[in-house]
């Protein structure tokens, strides 16, 4: 009691002689469930966990209300040789072409994102190019780079012909030139 | 050395708790007056404090509530957006779309709760003596604390924006169009004028000031949301420091007569 520091309390031995006694099992769980201090506490901390992770369920939001991620774009036949179909860019973010990679003619859909630092590229027709408007790059119709800062040609989306002979893109699905994934029959339809 | 021991002798551990374990009674008084949860408790109390019957523990409910109502808004604001297009369904997705859709419950029956626990502990007050001095400042600071949870509830009651919190906010703000002074149908507002020209109209009284506008509309709703989550909460929470500090500084709990 003397000691101002209290240390010494915890070592002070009972009545007889002095023998430590080692924490067993069965006294530890004791002390936890054997009170109703330690019931309240367990009780208490397992509401906690609950909470945290019913807390953590409810900040997944279950609804979006974000475009479809596989749109129709129309047949082919809407696509003459050197079209650029520029109106499905607004709400699905992506250019759909009918151009000629390597030689060969192709429909495939590019994702709009500048891959410099993602701005949203324009179509210029007159120009035949995409033109980034934060840096400069710019992108042919087949979506290689040509100028600028960007370091790689635009990506394209997954395509194919859907079973009502429509064009089906799936936003979420994207092929890079650089890795090789062009030649992926995914990622265009032969014309 | 034990595990305890060795903790205890942890850097990180002795930069948050100062003091060694509670064992005597001076490191008791020292650990519960440096430690910022437990200080908000008095070291010791006089035994009658502690007996249930005599407090009803309502103003702790109180508290509790409001700490209830602050962690479940917080998580409502994640999802409610206060606009004419998704006030209404936000509301319903907080039902019916989220998991765990019934924090916006647990938030409504909250807030009756807190009020009718607000009603209680005042009555206990009252019946108790406890307003007669040297707490008077404090039953004052209570009375605001009271209006403050009645603006709560009232702010809070516009946010579904369904038919019911429209009306019942456009007649609870008529009451202010006859305020005194400030509102355009109260007593005395002619004397707010210039040359004969009012100052105070349906455009510029006290009602106009609340809602934002004439009517209630989409002003209203971001005014009653910006005053409900965080305005009068700001407001009440320095409030409440107020009164639980008074409340040790003017001699603790009160006795029984």
Not at chain 1, 150 to 165: K, V
Not at chain 2, 34 to 43: A, Q
Not at chain 2, 213 to 229: D, I, K, P, Q
Request: proline share 7%; glycine share 8%.
């Amino acid at each position: 009691m003397a000691d101002p520091n209290g240390q010494a309390q915890t070592e002070q031995p009972a009545a007889g002689p002095c023998v430590p006694v080692a924490p067993t099992r069965r006294g530890i769980l004791a002390s936890v469930f054997g009170t109703a201090f330690g019931w309240g506490m367990s009780a208490l901390g397992a509401a906690t966990g609950l909470w945290a992770a019913a807390t953590a369920r409810f900040l997944m939001p279950n609804a979006l209300a974000e475009p479809p991620r596989r749109i129709k774009v129309g047949p082919p036949a809407d696509y003459p040789p050197g079209k650029v179909e520029t109106r499905f860019q607004p709400q699905h973010g992506i250019w759909v072409v009918h151009g000629v990679y390597r030689n060969r003619r192709q429909i495939y859909a590019l994702r709009s994102a500048c891959t410099h630092l993602g701005c949203i590229t324009i179509w210029q027709e007159n120009e035949q190019r995409f033109k980034c408007p934060c840096h400069g790059s710019g992108f042919y119709a087949d979506g290689i780079h040509f100028e600028g800062p960007a370091p790689r040609p635009l990506e394209r989306c997954a395509i194919r012909l859907a079973s009502d002979g429509q064009l089906e893109v799936d936003i979420s699905k994207t092929f890079q030139e650089e890795l090789g994934q062009w030649e992926d029959p995914q990622s265009f339809v032969e014309v | 050395m034990a595990l305890r021991d060795r903790i205890r002798r942890w850097q990180l551990w002795r930069s948050i708790f100062r003091h060694p374990a509670p064992v005597d009674r001076r490191n008791r008084v020292a650990v519960v007056l440096t430690n910022l949860v437990l200080h908000l408790h008095p070291v010791a109390i006089p035994q009658h404090a502690v007996r249930f019957h005599f407090t009803w523990c309502m103003g702790g409910i109180t508290f509790f509530l409001f700490l209830v109502e602050t962690v479940t808004g917080v998580l409502l604001m994640f999802y409610y957006r206060p606009t004419l297009e998704w006030a209404y369904n936000d509301m319903l997705a907080l039902r019916d779309v989220v998991s765990f859709g019934v924090l916006r419950e647990i938030h409504r029956w909250g807030a009756h709760a807190m009020v009718i626990a607000v009603m209680l502990h005042m009555l206990r007050v009252f019946l108790t003596g406890s307003y007669k001095p040297p707490r008077e400042f404090n039953w004052v600071v209570g009375v605001m604390l009271l209006v403050l949870t009645l603006l709560l509830s009232f702010t809070g009651y516009l946010l579904p924006w369904d038919q019911l919190s429209i009306w019942a906010v456009t007649v609870g703000s008529n009451m202010a169009r006859a305020t005194p002074l400030v509102g355009h149908e109260g007593p005395f507002q002619h004397v707010l004028s210039v040359d004969g020209v009012d100052l105070i109209t349906s455009g510029s009284d006290a009602r106009f000031v609340l809602l934002g506008a004439r009517s209630v509309g989409e002003e209203a709703l971001n005014r009653f949301y910006v005053l409900h989550c965080v305005a009068i909460p700001l407001v009440a929470g320095f409030l409440m420091a107020l009164h639980f500090w008074r409340v040790r500084k003017d001699g603790g709990i009160s006795g029984p007569l």
